[in-house]
């Protein structure tokens, strides 16, 4: 089995900085690109920033400047840096990744979803 769990969600100030953490878990052969999306009170889930195995990355122009997703191959983690947060940035935050397992000696790429970390910026 494979689990995404993110960490690092909070409540703080406009202003303020937070990192989420995203660590991979389970029988992994390897993981292609990830990304964080994030999904406010009756609004549809929207792409944040995504980063390949290699390191490019992409952000959302509503983040660019102002946060950072990188990742750490060797401990399966992806975190995003977000730095002058704005109260527009409230919602719950979603890790996805491109994980390959084996099954029966073949190595099959999946999709697969955290459970999500809460940020609630205050104006």
């Known amino acids: 089995q494979v689990q995404l769990v993110e960490s690092g969600g909070a409540l703080v100030q406009a202003g303020g900085s937070l990192q989420l953490s995203c660590v991979a878990s389970?029988?992994?052969?390897?993981?292609?690109?990830m990304a964080w999306y994030r999904q406010a009170p009756g609004k549809q889930r929207e792409l944040v920033a995504s980063?390949?195995?290699?390191?490019?990355?992409k952000y959302a122009d509503s983040v660019k400047g102002r946060f950072t997703i990188s990742r750490d191959n060797a401990k399966k983690t992806m975190y995003l840096q977000m730095n002058s947060l704005k109260p527009e940035d409230t919602a719950l935050y979603y890790c996805?990744?491109?994980?390959?397992?084996?099954?029966?000696?073949?190595?099959?790429?999946?999709?697969?979803w955290g459970q999500g970390t809460q940020v609630t910026v205050s104006s």
């Open positions: 996805n990744a491109n994980i390959g397992r084996y099954y029966n000696a073949v190595v099959q790429f999946n999709d697969y």
């Open positions: 389970g029988t992994i052969f390897s993981i292609n690109a």
């Open positions: 980063i390949t195995s290699s390191g490019s990355t």
